[in-house]
């Protein structure tokens, strides 16, 4: 069977195209100064992938809701929340940038850090997330992606968490007790960055990559003679 040049140019860039795009280094925070005791099982978890920081923000055991994300990322400038564009939100919806280069510590309808005094780099918070409403959602995950605007994950700081339905004492952990009263206010530093090892393709990819390898050897082959 002959294939032509364009049928085989076609081919490789297809097959190349499917070789998979590995994330760049993931920053942590899991350890938490609070003035609450005990304080939420937050893990925040920021990767940067490439043009883009992508955020996921879970509590671990359940034990608290998350309502606002303060991030210090020192004297960075960053563009008015209507300029901050948010993709990939889950749930949709749930998240949305209240403030930028702000020195203030609320971010809207009960939700705020006041009392509590982390150590910023840049004297304020560079970007402010909601998250969800006020009372319990039933959200114990939230993730989204965001611009990097021109940054790196050396760029983190302090993070700031404010949370509601937290559960104290005996209370059990969300769900199935919806009942808890307690709040939350915690900040954290970056743990240090970690980079995945260069990932091992799926073989149905290997075996597009093989053809797309294949059909630039045969192109190669024609152009010599």
Aim: with cysteine; net charge negative.
């Amino acid at each position: 069977m002959i294939y032509n040049r364009k049928c085989l140019m076609g081919l490789a860039g297809a097959a190349l195209a499917l070789y998979p795009v590995f994330a760049g280094a993931t920053v942590t925070y899991n350890t938490w100064t609070s003035n609450e005791n005990p304080n939420g099982n937050y893990i925040l978890t920021v990767t940067d992938i490439g043009t883009q920081f992508n955020w996921n923000l879970t509590v671990n055991p359940w034990n608290a809701e998350a309502l606002g994300l303060f991030v210090d990322l020192g004297n960075a400038d960053v563009p008015d929340p209507s300029g901050v564009s948010l993709t990939d939100v889950n749930p949709a919806g749930q998240v949305t940038v209240y403030a930028t280069d702000t020195t203030s510590d609320v971010c809207g309808e009960g939700c705020n850090l006041n009392g509590l005094s982390p150590p910023l780099m840049g004297g304020d918070w560079e970007l402010v997330f909601r998250l969800g409403a006020q009372g319990y959602d039933g959200i114990q995950t939230f993730s989204w992606t965001t611009p990097n605007f021109g940054l790196t994950e050396s760029a983190f700081g302090v993070v700031g968490i404010r949370a509601q339905q937290l559960c104290t004492g005996t209370q059990a952990t969300l769900p199935p007790d919806t009942n808890c009263t307690g709040s939350d206010k915690v900040y954290g530093s970056p743990g240090t960055p970690t980079t995945p090892p260069t990932g091992i393709p799926e073989p149905t990819t290997s075996a597009l990559l093989g053809l797309g390898m294949l059909a630039l050897g045969a192109i190669r082959r024609r152009k010599a003679t």
